[in-house]
C-alpha cells in the first residue's frame, strides 16, 4: 500500500543547530507539503513544492527550507533551530495541488531546547 | 483572503447522542472544503470534502456535511457518536479558482463520555 512516512518521529535538538526532518512518500504524487501543527494555530504551512526542483514558501517559511531532487522525498531543514520551532512537524502529499485530498504523514514532534 | 472559523474548540457528547461541529468559512472564490480527524498521535485523515458538487457530502465513518452558501457554514455531524469517534477534527478551505492557498482551522477536540 502506499504511504508517506516521516523520520525521526520524535528529535530534541539544540538551539543553533541545523536539522532536517526527512518526508518520504510512495504515491508517486506530484505535490508535497510540509506543515507545523501548534495549539490555538491549527495546521499552518511552511513550504510546498509542485515537482522535483520546484519549491514555494508558505505562511510560516522562515527559518526554514525545502529541496526536492526526486519524487518520492521533500526534506525539511531548520537552518539555525529556535525555540519558537519547537512544534508537531506534518508532511503531506496530494495528487493534485490544493482543490483535491491530502495524504498526510504520522508526524515528526521536535523539541527545541 | 480566507479564513476558517470552527466554533467549539472542545465538544462533549455521550455515546449515542448525535455530534455537531461546527464550521464557518470566508472565501473570495469558490472553496473546497474539507473536514479531516486526528487521533492522538496520529496523521491527519481526510473524513469528506466537498468540491462544488452535492452540497451535502458523506464521508466515512458516518460523518456527513452540509455546504451551505448562504450561512457561508459547512457543519459536520453523526447520527449517533461512538467512543472512536473521539479526536480531534479540523475543517480546512482551499481556493479551486487557481490561487494556492489552504487555511485549516484551529481544531474541534471531540471527546464521547461512556
Known amino acids: 500500500d502506499a504511504e508517506i512516512t516521516q523520520s525521526p518521529r520524535h528529535k530534541i535538538t539544540e538551539t543553533g543547530r541545523q536539522v532536517t526532518l526527512a518526508c518520504h512518500q510512495t504515491w508517486n504524487h506530484n505535490n508535497m507539503f510540509w506543515y507545523r501543527q501548534d495549539l490555538g494555530h491549527g495546521l499552518r504551512l511552511i513550504h510546498y513544492s509542485y515537482g522535483v526542483q520546484d519549491t514555494n514558501k508558505g505562511e510560516v517559511s522562515d527559518g526554514y527550507s525545502v529541496s526536492r531532487s526526486n519524487t518520492e522525498d521533500l526534506p525539511l531543514t531548520l537552518e539555525s533551530a529556535a525555540s519558537s520551532q519547537t512544534s508537531v512537524y506534518f508532511c503531506?502529499?496530494?495528487?493534485?495541488?490544493?482543490?483535491?485530498?491530502?495524504?498526510f504523514g504520522p508526524g515528526t514532534r521536535l523539541l527545541v531546547l | 483572503a480566507q479564513s476558517v472559523t470552527q466554533l467549539d474548540s472542545h465538544v462533549s457528547v455521550s455515546e449515542g447522542t448525535p455530534v455537531l461541529l461546527r464550521c464557518n468559512y470566508s472565501s473570495s472564490y469558490s472553496p473546497s472544503l474539507f473536514w479531516y480527524v486526528q487521533h492522538p498521535n496520529k496523521g491527519l485523515q481526510l473524513l469528506l470534502k466537498?468540491?462544488?458538487?452535492?452540497?451535502l457530502v458523506k464521508g466515512i465513518n458516518g460523518f456527513e456535511a452540509e455546504f451551505k452558501k448562504s450561512e457561508t457554514s459547512f457543519h459536520l455531524t453523526k447520527p449517533s457518536a461512538h467512543m472512536s469517534d473521539a479526536a480531534e477534527y479540523f475543517c480546512v478551505v482551499t481556493l479551486s479558482g487557481g490561487y494556492q492557498k489552504v487555511t485549516f482551522g484551529t481544531g474541534t477536540k471531540l471527546q464521547v463520555i461512556p
Open positions: 466537498y468540491t462544488s458538487a452535492a452540497t
Open positions: 503531506a502529499s496530494s495528487e493534485t495541488p490544493w482543490a483535491e485530498t491530502q495524504y
